[in-house]
């Protein structure tokens, strides 16, 4: 039976559904002690002193720690997957509110919570920078010393400019953009903005770290379980296989819990009092941890008299917060794209990474590319409106193709681009009159489409083991995190090895057991390591034949693996070990020109388009219909992509519509789940789902990644619809009713006030 | 979260004699919904509760008296008054207030005393039960008063109950003809806190609205009583002309204050508009007759 294709549902639901499965936050361990963490109340200051004395003395507390005890530990405890910029807790600085600065250890939690709050600290305050465009100033600098990890191939050239908030400045040039623009029949310019908000997975993170003799074992709700391990042996000095890092499920992940989130903190809790430790986020704790970037995008177009985009420049800045984290990747990686899907000969794309007094920002479900869609598909739909063109129709005609190349200069192959937006119009109804609603209710439409390079260099290493009853094992270190990825990838080693797929056992993350992977994130898992799986399936297939040639069977026949092994050992016994590595060719851009002929392996596609009602009187939208398509290739398991597809959708839909953290002063004002609404099922609309026909051909079994591209085109389809039907356009996020009546009203010629 | 004592008293008399005046620390609860809330964020460090579960079950029947009117026990949970037959056929705003307030699983555990004494000026029941003419019985050590619900709140999360005193009912006149309401506008998402809460009841003579009752909540300190407003309506025919100079009334009368949800400018607008929307869904009268 063919395995690839099958609609089965996730192999680990049944475990999930009746609370059989194993998540962090259960696991306790004998001699356990929890963790909590002080964190500082200003935004940016010197720290004069920390007064733990009353902390300690309360009864129950085991220990508290500061920066300076784990500097005692280690030297320079500084970790990052970009810069080691991030001190496990605050050293001399803090740097935004909410950042860890001591840590109470107690058996019982609600002790260390208590002692948390008899924690006081001075700072000498030092004027603090919020927004991305003002820490393109050097006034403020947030750090003083800037610390390259040289971690990964693709951040090698990683400097950061001293004296300056930049830690990452990427610049593409292709063609002359100056030129085209002065040549241009029409020259248009906008800007938009993001806000901060972030990822709120229902399981927040957790780690729990267990020493032995100059070895730790660190159990951890984490999306890079290989990077942890290094990152964790290279702050001890210690060589890779002291430290092991075992990840069971995730209650979700979103680019949270990418590289080192509190592993760092726990390993060296639990190194310093030689006990087991453990960390526990609370739901409101999230919002200091990790966020998503707001942005500012300054974008403008060229158009010729043939309504042919000629040239187009894009000013990014991404506000990156206190530490880079993995910020400068998503500034390089999505600046490659910053321009569009669509066909330009002349592009000047300026990308830049800052940091400011805000709580770092990190990778978040699209790795940037929903900010920059939200702008150059706003942009896109304004100009066709401003030529008086039909939006559908200009970007027909400026839409990027295969076999050309794309700003980078690396030519497009596999992106089904025009199809996803062909998907969008027919399920729509693009060319079909609608009822525009009447009074004080109207109604409109949009369509947006975006693309995304996937991540290159990167390692995926597979094991797979044939046991002697022909049953079969598969070691990888990708994080299930409710995506589905153990699943598919058990329908890939199972149409390889002709087994059915609820036949794999598929091995949880456990660096002491399954092989180097460099992270589960930015859609790579299902094309990297499904890759890597298919080789290493066909590396046993091709071993068992060998072992049946041993065994003395004739060549070409069909025995099963459970008589092959018994025919070569005499009894049901050894082992099949095929393995296999993958990591793709990568060529990285021209320090110069920002141009390579090759900077992805394979390109997401996915858009949105969006009905919507407006009620004039209030500012409110509602939306009526929502249909998203994107192309994932020949998909693994089309349900689960389905259900990719609409979960990424409803993400973007609240980053869309409520989502915003709200800062007064460097404090977050609205840190939990009363004040910080992401939608609930009331707030879901009807919608579509649908999986163009498209193949990638050098992704396993025809497939690519899909986690990430149905966030793509949310936010500036629904944007674009409101403008469609009350004629009124919104530049940043959330589209709040708020804003979309006070627009109505400046529009009328009535502004609201202000307050 | 420090330890405190739990106290269980199994009669209403014993409860108020657990209470102590002077102690901000002890309160009672009765489903808890918001009272571990605050406690959770630390605002509030209990020394000791007195929980309600205990006390006689009379205070938690829902009964029709021989007038007509509805009595509501305290220590009803609000999934009770939602799916209560006399509610559904008599008081079509309150069971559309309760099918929106929340979601089930706080409805099926707070408790229309806790919803009511709580004086959060989000909350929808006490506008709605305004609206409706309601009236609270109180009792303390000292005995028992009723209060017209609209003079329960005099703040922001204030209300006029001593420590030491305890709702048993709330007490809701029949509608007896009178047109009804409660609009709830959230911003955030579907099951978000109000911005705004409007509600209105009347009586329609000859075309014209008779004794108005207007409330507002959620955008002010605490719900308030818009008698300017209703002077406006008093006599007047529910016409557009009529229902936009309430929404200017009410604009001008209520004092709207900014927050997560909006600006105060923003909220002043919702309140012209749903001003006008509220009293047109209670002229919609049958319209709003819910299914249960
Ligand atoms: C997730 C969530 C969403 C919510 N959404 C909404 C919403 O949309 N609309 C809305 O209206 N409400 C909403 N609420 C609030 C909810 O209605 C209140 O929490 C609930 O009504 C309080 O009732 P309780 O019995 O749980 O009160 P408790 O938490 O037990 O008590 C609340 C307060 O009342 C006091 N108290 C309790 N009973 C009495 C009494 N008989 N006499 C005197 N004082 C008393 C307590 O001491 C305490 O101060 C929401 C709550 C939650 C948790």
Known sequence: ?755 | MIPFEMVEPSSLQEAVGMLDPQDPAIRPVAGGTALMLMMKAGVFAPSRLVCLHRIEPRYSRIALTGSGELQIGAMATLSEVEHDANVAARLPALKRALRRLSNPRVRNVARVGGALAHGDPHMDLPPVLTALGARVTIVGPKGERVLPLERLYSGYYETVLEKNELITTATVPSLNGRKSAYMKVTLRSADDWPALGVAVSFKLQNGAIRDPVIVVSAATEKVTRMTSTEKVLQGAAPDDATLARAGDAAVAEASILADAHGSAAYKRELLRVYMRRAVRQALADDAQRVQS
């Open chain 1, 1 to 755: 039976m063919n395995q690839v294709g099958r609609d089965i549902p996730r192999l680990e639901v049944r475990a999930k559904v009746t609370g059989r499965a194993d998540y962090t936050h259960n696991l306790r361990l004998p001699g356990m002690l929890y963790g909590k963490v002080f964190r500082a109340t200003v935004p940016h200051g010197r720290i004069r002193s920390i007064d733990t004395q009353a902390a300690r003395e309360l009864p129950g507390v085991y220990r508290v720690v500061t920066g300076e005890d784990i500097r005692k530990l280690i030297p320079e405890p500084y970790y990052g997957p970009a810069f080691h910029d991030q001190p496990i807790l605050a050293l001399d600085k803090v740097r935004y509110v909410g950042e860890p600065v001591a840590a109470v250890l107690a058996g019982d939690p609600h002790v260390a919570e208590l002692a948390v709050q008899l924690i006081l600290a001075e700072y000498d305050e030092l004027p603090a920078v919020y927004d991305e465009v003002a820490a393109m100033q050097p006034d403020t600098l947030v750090h003083d010393v800037l610390r390259p990890a040289g971690t990964f191939a693709d951040l090698k050239h990683l400097q950061g400019r001293k004296g300056t908030n930049v830690a990452l400045d990427y610049h593409l040039r292709r063609g002359d953009a100056d030129k085209a623009f002065a040549a241009a029949d029409r020259v248009i310019e906008h800007t938009f903005k993001t806000q901060q908000c972030l990822h709120l997975p229902f399981e927040p993170h957790v780690a729990i770290a267990e020493p032995g003799d100059d070895r730790l074992t660190i159990y951890t709700s984490n999306q890079t379980p290989s990077f942890v391990r290094i990152e964790i042996a290279r702050l001890f000095g210690w060589p890779e296989n002291h430290v092991r890092v075992k990840v069971p499920y995730l209650g979700g992940g979103y680019g949270s819990k990418v590289y080192v989130k509190l592993e760092a903190l726990v390993a060296a809790l639990a190194m310093l009092v030689r006990r087991p430790v453990k960390i526990a986020l609370t739901m409101e704790e999230q919002f200091y941890m990790i966020t998503k970037h707001p942005t500012t995008f300054r974008i403008k177009s060229g158009v010729d008299k043939e309504g042919r985009l000629v040239a187009r420049s894009c000013a990014v800045y991404w506000n990156g917060g206190a530490y880079a984290d993995i910020g400068p990747r998503v500034t390089q990686k999505s600046g490659f794209t910053a321009a569009g899907p669509y066909d330009i000969d002349n592009v000047s794309i300026d990308s830049y990474a800052l940091y400011t007094n805000r709580t770092p920002a990190g990778a978040l479900r699209g790795f940037g590319v929903p900010q920059l869609v939200w702008a150059y598909e706003s942009h896109t739909d304004l100009i066709a409106r401003e030529l008086g063109v039909d939006p559908v129709e200009f970007r027909r005609k400026n839409l990027l193709r295969d076999g050309r190349p794309q700003a980078s200069g690396t030519v497009l192959q596999d992106a089904a681009i025009g199809e996803v937006l062909d998907a969008l119009a027919v399920r729509i109804g693009w060319n079909k009159p609608f009822d525009r609603g009447s009074g004080t209710l109207r109604r409109g439409r949009g369509i947006a489409i975006g693309f995304k390079a996937s991540i290159s260099p990167t390692t995926s290493v597979a094991v797979v083991n044939v046991s002697a009853d022909g049953s079969v094992y598969l070691y990888k270190s990708t994080v299930d995190m409710g995506q589905g990825s153990d699943t598919a990838f058990a329908q890939i080693v199972g149409e390889v090895l002709d087994v059915k797929a609820e036949d794999v056992r598929v091995v949880a993350p456990d660096t002491d057991i399954t092989p180097y992977d460099m992270g589960t994130l930015g859609s790579r898992s299902l094309f990297h390591m499904g890759t890597a799986v298919r080789l290493a399936a066909e590396d046993a297939r091709a071993k068992l034949r060998a072992l049946a040639t041993e065994a003395g069977l004739p060549q070409g026949t069909n025995y099963p693996p459970a008589e092959i092994f018994k025919k070569r050992y005499g009894m049901q016994a050894g082992n099949v070990i095929g393995t296999a590595s993958y990591v793709p060719n990568y060529k990285p851009p021209d320090p110069q020109t920002g141009l390579s002929d090759n900077v992805t392996p394979f390109w997401m596609v996915g858009g949105a388009a969006a009905e919507v009602e407006v009620d004039t009187e209030t500012g409110h939208v509602r939306i009526l219909r929502l249909v998203n398509a994107a192309d994932c290739g020949k998909p693994i398991n089309p349900g689960v992509a389905r259900t990719q597809l609409s979960g990424a959708a409803i993400m973007q839909l609240g980053f869309t519509m409520s989502e915003a953290m709200h800062l007064d002063g460097g404090q977050i004002t609205n840190a939990s789940l009363a004040d910080y609404k992401i939608p609930g099922i009331g707030d879901i609309p009807p919608m579509e789902n649908e999986l163009v026909a498209a193949e990638q051909h050098s992704g396993p079994f025809g497939a690519k990644g899909l986690g990430e591209s149905g966030t793509f085109g949310v936010s500036p389809a629904i944007a674009n619809a409101i403008h469609d039907a009350v004629g009124v356009r919104i530049t940043e996020l959330p589209i709040t009713a708020e804003a979309v009546l006070r627009a109505l009203r400046v529009k009328a010629g009535q502004p609201l006030d202000d307050e």
